[in-house]
């Protein structure tokens, strides 16, 4: 897509510190982080939230939140991390790309806000 923040991280367009890229997502550094650890896991096909994405093929999902958890590793997060889906007005989204928040290096607490 082309007005689309996360598709021109995707393609390079916009500048972003990449954590890892696989064939079907990019793992990047949030620019504002709330976390020590605050990584955006985006699948490269432009789908706007998780309800797109599980309604036209539910392997992004799956992808997704397989490169959460690989990127927690790879991170360092052994004491635990928190994974967010911010999810249209209600959910917070404020980014039209569907993105997964790693987040972690710090206790989350609950309820969040
Ligand atoms: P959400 O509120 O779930 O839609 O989250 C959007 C996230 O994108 C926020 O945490 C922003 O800080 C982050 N963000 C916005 N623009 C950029 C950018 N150019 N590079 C990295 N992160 C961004
Ligand atoms: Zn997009």
Redesign the pocket.
């Known amino acids: 897509m082309t007005d689309c ?1 996360f598709c021109k ?1 995707v393609d390079g367009t ?1 500048p ?1 510190t990449i954590v890892e890229r696989t064939e079907t997502t990019v793992a ?1 550094r ?3 982080p709330v976390s020590p650890t605050h990584v ?1 896991v985006v699948p490269t096909r432009h789908v706007a939230d998780l309800d797109e994405a599980v309604a036209t093929d539910p392997g992004i999902a799956a992808d997704l939140l397989t490169q959460c958890a690989r990127v927690a590793a790879r991170e360092g997060l052994a004491d635990g991390y928190r994974v967010v889906i ?1 999810t249209r007005s209600d959910g ?4 039209q790309h569907l ?1 997964a ?1 790693v987040l972690g290096g710090r206790p989350h607490a609950w309820p969040p806000g």
């Open positions: 923040l991280v916009i972003a990047f949030d620019i504002a955006l911010n917070g989204q404020t980014v993105h928040h």
